[in-house]
């Protein structure tokens, strides 16, 4: 088999908040947002760049039911990095993000892979913005 992955489910407490972070402050593309028949809604960003027929990953974003998801927000990774969304252009998109208010839980630093700085989304979870090494 050769495959690749779409998509990955990111629990969120409230669908038109994460669409507004998502698509608002990380400037992503909102790929669909259809109704379902039981009040759910299938949600889909992704990074610019990446299209409806899937270059690259995107977010399938799931609004919480129930207690077990309630509790899952925010800590889907066990507190540690569960995201990386990779750049051409660190600088630009730092400062981009910190202009639209993205809260950066350190500065920025140049590590063997690449530069990189940990953001955190409105719900908790961690993301590692990286420019790749050359």
């Not at 028949?37 to 899937?54: A, E, F, L, Q, S």
Request: with cysteine.
């Amino acid at each position: 088999m050769r495959g690749r992955i779409a998509l990955v489910t990111l629990v969120v407490p409230d669908y038109d908040r994460a669409i507004a972070f998502y698509c608002g402050a990380l400037r992503f593309d909102l790929v669909e947002d259809t109704q379902l028949p039981d009040g759910k809604r299938w949600v889909v960003v992704r990074p610019k760049g990446g299209n409806k027929g899937g270059d690259g990953a995107g977010l399938l974003l799931a609004e919480a039911v129930g207690e077990a998801q309630m509790a899952a927000i925010g800590r889907q990774a066990g507190g540690r990095v569960g995201f990386f969304l990779h750049t051409g252009d660190f600088e630009h998109d730092f400062s981009a993000f910190v202009a639209a208010g993205v809260r950066f839980l350190e500065q920025p630093r140049t590590e063997a892979y690449g530069t990189v700085a940990v953001f955190e989304d409105p719900f908790g979870n961690k993301w590692d913005l990286l420019q790749p090494a050359a």
